[in-house]
């Protein structure tokens, strides 16, 4: 069996991180937008570039067509890895990812890493 995936660059985004912490999140910080457990496989995407459809069902929606992008969608953050999109950022963010993160530890290595650096970031499609 032979399995074939396209990588597409979305483009050179801020990434940041976030925790698992009522300041920067809603009052279900362990939880994703879609009901999932928060877990480092994850990333949070800004609204503007989750399909419009995925927002309001809060999961995948049933034709993933368009342009944008939809929760369960895999990317490439460079340096980072793959992740995949599981829940969404406050609309007042735009053109970004937010990666979580389990410890106070880990998001300022993060951000001193990764502090005003656009990284590239690829849609994996199969």
Request: hydrophobic share 30%.
């Amino acid at each position: 069996m032979t399995t074939s995936a396209t990588i597409l660059l979305i483009g050179s985004l801020i990434v940041t991180s976030y925790r698992s912490v009522k300041n920067q999140t809603d009052n279900t910080p362990f939880y994703t937008s879609t009901g999932e457990h928060v877990s480092s496989s994850g990333v949070a995407i800004s609204q503007d570039m989750l399909c419009n459809t995925c927002l309001k069902l809060h999961k995948r929606c049933k034709h993933p067509n368009n342009d944008r992008l939809h929760y369960g969608d895999f990317i490439l953050i460079e340096d980072i890895g793959i992740k995949r999109i599981n829940d969404v950022m406050n609309k007042r963010y735009k053109k970004r990812f937010d990666v979580w993160v389990s410890s106070l530890k880990e998001e300022h290595e993060f951000w001193k890493r990764y502090k005003n650096i656009k990284l590239r970031v690829y849609r994996i499609k199969e």
